[in-house]
Nanobody, 120 residues
Framework: QVQVVESGGGSVQAGGSLSLSCAAS????????IGWYRQVPGKQQRGLVA????????NYEDSVKGRFTISRDNAKNTVYLQMNSLKPEETAVYYC?????????????WGQGTQVTVSS
């Protein structure tokens, strides 16, 4: 079992910046990739924004490359997402997903979500 706690988010004007953080705790297994996803109003699916592997290797959705930076502190099991030059269409609920390895199995845990609102 993993507790996933997100913080950050809020409201900003277009072109502004926000940062998110995601902390995973309570795990006795190996924490693998941690990623941020977003769910746009009116859509059911959550799309990947960025993720980072346990070795620090980042992965970005194409539209955020060059504007968003994801980083990881393994000692704290915490991932940070710095979002710059935000656009109104990026208004969404942002969710953190943590992959936990137990034995030969991987499990995913989601945070409760945090609202990001970008006004034009």
């Amino acid at each position: 079992q993993v507790q996933v706690v997100e913080s950050g988010g809020g409201s900003v004007q277009a072109g502004g910046s926000l940062s998110l953080s995601c902390a995973a705790s309570g795990s006795t297994g190996k924490i693998g990739a941690i990623g941020w996803y977003r769910q746009v109003p009116g859509k059911q699916q959550r799309g990947l924004v960025a993720s980072v592997d346990s070795d620090g290797s980042p992965n970005y959705e194409d539209s955020v490359k060059g504007r968003f930076t994801i980083s990881r502190d393994n000692a704290k099991n915490t991932v940070y997402l710095q979002m710059n030059s935000l656009k109104p269409e990026e208004t969404a609920v942002y969710y953190c997903k943590v992959l936990l390895g137990l034995g030969s199995h991987w499990y995913q845990y989601w945070g409760q979500g945090t609202q990001v609102t970008v006004s034009s």
